[in-house]
C-alpha cells in the first residue's frame, strides 16, 4: 500500500510542475476543451443577435463621422476615411490620431455590425474572443482580458512600444485600436475617450 501511496505523490508532484510535458499537455487539453465549450455558447448566444443586427439599419458615413471626436488625450486628428468597406454594405470608419511631434499615434478602426455584411463580418471578431489565450516571450505579449465587462484581445510590442486593442461594443461594433510609442493603459484611456456609448 505504501508503494502506492509513494508512486501517486511522486505523480502528483510531476503534474504540478510547471515546466513538467505531461502537465502542460493536460493544461493545453483543458484549455481547448474549456475555448471549444466557449464558441458553442458564443454561437447560440450569436443566432439571435445576429438575426436582430441583420435588421437594423447600418450608421451612415455622416453619422459615423460625428461621432469621431477631433481630439483624443491631447492627440490632435491628422486623418480619417469613412466607408472604406462600402462597396461590401459594410459601414465603417478609421481616423488616427497624434501628438505636436507625432512622436506618438492612435489609430482606430470601427466595423458596424449592422445590416446583412456588417452582421457576418462581426461575427468572426465575436467567436474570436471566446478564446482564453495568453503568450509573452521577449518580444512582447498577446492575450485575452476582461475589461470593463468586455472581452478584448490585447497584444504588446516591447521592442518599439506599440500596442494593439481588439474588442466588441454591446454585440454590434468591432473596434481595432493601435497605439505607436504606446503601452497598453495609454491606448486603453485613448478608447476610452471615444464615448462608445454613444456609436449606436
Do not use: H
Not at 505523490?9 to 503534474?15: D, N, R, V
Amino acid at each position: 500500500m505504501k508503494k502506492y501511496v509513494l508512486a501517486f505523490s511522486i505523480f502528483a508532484a510531476l503534474l504540478s510542475c510547471k515546466d513538467n510535458p505531461v502537465s502542460e499537455k493536460i493544461k493545453e487539453t483543458k484549455d481547448a476543451v474549456s475555448n471549444t465549450t466557449n464558441a458553442v455558447k458564443e454561437m447560440t448566444n450569436m443566432q439571435d443577435d445576429m438575426q436582430e443586427l441583420r435588421e437594423l439599419t447600418p450608421l451612415t458615413n455622416e453619422e459615423l463621422k460625428s461621432w469621431m471626436p477631433d481630439d483624443v488625450n491631447g492627440m490632435n486628428r491628422i486623418s480619417y476615411k469613412a466607408g472604406k468597406a462600402g462597396m461590401m454594405n459594410i459601414s465603417s470608419i478609421e481616423a488616427t490620431y497624434a501628438n505636436e511631434d507625432k512622436s506618438k499615434k492612435f489609430s482606430i478602426n470601427v466595423i458596424d455590425g449592422a445590416g446583412q455584411m456588417g452582421a457576418a463580418a462581426t461575427a468572426a471578431m465575436r467567436m474570436m474572443l471566446t478564446q482564453d489565450f495568453e503568450e509573452e516571450d521577449e518580444n512582447g505579449s498577446r492575450r485575452t482580458v476582461k475589461k470593463d465587462g468586455k472581452k478584448a484581445i490585447e497584444e504588446y510590442k516591447s521592442r518599439n512600444n506599440n500596442s494593439k486593442i481588439q474588442v466588441m461594443e454591446g454585440n454590434r461594433f468591432y473596434l481595432e485600436a493601435k497605439g505607436t510609442n504606446m503601452d497598453l493603459d495609454e491606448t486603453w484611456d485613448a478608447i476610452d475617450e471615444l464615448d462608445l456609448e454613444d456609436l449606436g
